[in-house]
């Protein structure tokens, strides 16, 4: 008893101390005739001594084992009236005399002292948590704003854009046509020089019409109606269409069909996407060579490639011929790839440019492939099952 670690107390019926070990002495500053008769409650700080008695009666009318760490910790008081927590094991002892109670007293300052230090810490952490997650939110707050700034600023860029090539498409037919109309007014013009100029007043017009109407169809939101088709049909129908065009007559069409490709897309959509890519190669040759144009599937994605041996395309060029009104040819809106871009991306696909100076240019369009099971039965349909 006396070489344990902690202090030791009985205490007998009526809670008088009867015996103590030096550590309690140590720990509570007193010598041990100074507790030995005296009640357990003189190791209590004083606020407690009332509440103690309570408890310790209530106690020894049912006394009963308690170990240590139940979770009781209580304060105890030294002779200079300091305090230190304590954590306190009870057991009881009948004998003759009526209940002794032997209290084990072990003292948690140092314990209580790191779970004070971790409470600390982890206060601090809590601050500093908070601290960043305000940073972190008003940092994102900030950005937020600042991508909105840079929509509205791009937005702005491309309606300007928009406006001025709008503005070209205009300015030029009409100043055409002021022109004409100009030397019509005067009188004595040959009639063959009127009837000329009759003419080209209603070319332009038809022109800025022809604007009009490509600018509302770029403008237009878009409600494709799908169906399943077959691009082979499709493609083949396209150049069938071409087959008596003048404007063909001395190109050579190439078509490399590597497999039956099947779609679910918007038939009226694709044919437009393909005829402004063909016509498109057609004029940047010149209306004449050889056209190559590869059907594939790979990936889940269909792709048609369209290669022709024109000029190619200025790489400073190369970001810009998918914009509104950027052409490079006298009689083009510029609407052209504009909205072949606009209708791939609207079936889910994409479009991409490769081209070569001097040697030519493939644009390749992608489409999402139709499922599994309805290429198979478009397949039947095809074979006539
Ligand atoms: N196959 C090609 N080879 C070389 N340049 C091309 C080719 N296709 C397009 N381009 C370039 O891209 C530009 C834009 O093409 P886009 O089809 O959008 O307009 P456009 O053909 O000029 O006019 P339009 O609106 O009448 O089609 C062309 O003016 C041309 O400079
Ligand atoms: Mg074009």
Not at 19 to 29: D, I, R
Not at 269 to 288: G, K, T
């Amino acid at each position: 008893m006396e070489s344990a670690p902690d202090g030791i107390i009985i205490a007998d019926s009526r809670s008088n101390i009867i015996l103590v070990n030096s550590q309690t002495e140590k720990m509570f500053g007193y010598h041990r005739e100074d507790l030995v008769g005296q009640p357990i409650e003189i190791l209590v700080p004083e606020r407690f001594r009332a509440p103690h008695i309570i408890v310790r009666e209530k106690y020894y009318s049912s006394p009963a084992t308690r170990a240590m760490g139940s979770g009781m910790e209580l304060s105890a008081r030294r002779r200079d009236g300091s305090e230190f927590p304590v954590e306190i094991s009870l057991s009881p002892l009948r004998t003759e005399e009526g209940i002794l109670v032997t209290a084990i007293i072990r003292d948690v300052t140092e314990r209580s002292q790191s779970r004070e230090a971790l409470r600390k810490a982890h206060d601090e952490l809590e601050i500093k948590v908070q601290e960043r997650t305000a940073a972190l939110l008003k940092a994102t707050a900030e950005n937020e704003q600042f991508q909105a700034q840079l929509f509205r600023t791009e937005k702005l860029a491309e309606i300007g854009q928009l406006a001025a090539g709008v503005a070209h498409e205009i300015r030029n037919p009409l100043a055409g046509i002021r022109g004409a109309i100009e030397v019509l007014i005067e009188n004595n013009l040959p009639a063959g020089v009127r009837q000329q100029l009759m003419v080209e007043i209603l070319q332009r017009v038809d022109r800025l019409n022809h604007a009009v109407q490509d600018l509302l169809e770029y403008a237009k939101p878009m409600s494709p109606s799908k169906t399943q088709i077959s691009l082979n049909d499709l493609l083949e129908s396209v150049i069938q269409g071409f087959r008596h065009d003048p404007q063909l007559h001395e190109i050579e069409v190439i078509k490399h069909f590597r497999s039956q490709v099947v779609v679910n897309t918007d038939p009226m959509l694709v044919e437009r996407i393909i005829i402004n890519i063909f016509l498109n190669a057609v004029q940047a040759m010149e209306h004449r060579g050889r056209l190559d144009i590869t059907l594939d599937q790979k990936d889940e994605r269909a792709s048609i490639a369209f290669t022709d041996r024109g000029p190619g395309i200025q790489a400073e060029h190369l970001d810009q011929i998918f914009n509104p009104f950027f052409t490079t040819r006298s009689k083009g809106s510029g609407l052209g790839l504009a909205l072949c871009k606009k209708y791939v991306e609207e079936l889910g696909g994409s479009i991409q440019v490769k081209s070569e100076l001097g040697r030519g240019s493939t644009f390749l369009v992608f489409l999402p492939l139709a499922a599994v099971s309805s290429q198979s039965s478009i397949e039947a349909k095809r074979k006539g099952t």
